[in-house]
T-cell receptor
Framework: DAGVIQSPRHEVTEMGQEVTLRCKPI?????LFWYRQTMMRGLELLIY????????DSGMPEDRFSAKMPNASFSTLKIQPSEPRDSAVYFC?????????FGEGSWLTVV | GQQLNQSPQSMFIQEGEDVSMNCTSS?????WLWYKQDPGEGPVLLIA?????ELTSNGRLTAQFGITRKDSFLNISASIPSDVGIYFC???????????FGKGTTLSVSS
């Protein structure tokens, strides 16, 4: 079975550019999560959706970050404009509830 | 906010030794999960626990959901080099809420 699929796997972008990260959850899972991982802060929840509806976005750092889930098989996390401090690994995870399975991550570097 | 304290932060052991790590929370949790993360990859679910006192094994790994519902431990028996990685505990204190992650235990195994 296909796991959570994220793209791109790696992205290097210049400060001020827009970044869009994409996620395809595991089919049948009704919950989708976006996490950010850094050495300093570990794994932080950014936002999670249940049945395509955002439930908790309190972890979204600021207005530069936005996330959408237009249907059950696709979600995006957008950063506009990007800043060097946004450099991190961004993970998407999905689950039948909160037993969740992670994608391989999108490694973002903002220079 | 809710916090998870995971210990130890790192471990250096010899191949064949047993390993134990644990997590404690400031609140009662109703779900405990343990993940392993290899370099460059996303966290992989090892064991999920849903009931206080539950003891679950996955090969050489054993995890328990503490009776107080505020702690969990993970044991690895007869460690091997491929056990190297970062182990994360995660939990949720309320149905429908997202997982909170510990800071991780980095395991190094020398052969």
């Amino acid at each position: 079975d296909a796991g959570v699929i994220q793209s791109p796997r790696h992205e290097v972008t210049e400060m001020g550019q827009e970044v869009t990260l994409r996620c395809k959850p595991i089919s049948g899972h009704n919950s989708l999560f976006w996490y950010r991982q850094t050495m300093m802060r570990g794994l932080e929840l950014l936002i999670y959706f249940n049945n395509n509806v955002p439930i908790d976005d309190s972890g979204m750092p600021e207005d530069r970050f936005s996330a959408k889930m237009p249907n059950a098989s696709f979600s995006t996390l957008k950063i506009q404009p990007s800043e060097p401090r946004d450099s991190a690994v961004y993970f998407c995870a999905s689950g039948p509830g909160n037993t969740i399975y992670f994608g391989e991550g999108s490694w973002l570097t903002v220079v | 906010g809710q916090q998870l304290n995971q210990s130890p932060q790192s471990m250096f052991i010899q191949e064949g030794e047993d390993v134990s790590m644990n997590c404690t929370s400031s609140s009662i949790f109703n779900t405990w999960l343990w993940y392993k993360q290899d370099p460059g990859e996303g966290p992989v679910l090892l064991i999920a626990l849903y009931k206080a006192g539950e003891l679950t094994s996955n090969g050489r790994l054993t995890a328990q959901f503490g009776i107080t519902r505020k702690d969990s431990f993970l044991n690895i028996s007869a460690s091997i080099p491929s056990d190297v990685g970062i182990y994360f505990c995660a939990g949720s204190f309320l149905a429908g809420t997202a997982l909170i992650f510990g800071k991780g235990t980095t395991l190094s195994v020398s052969s």
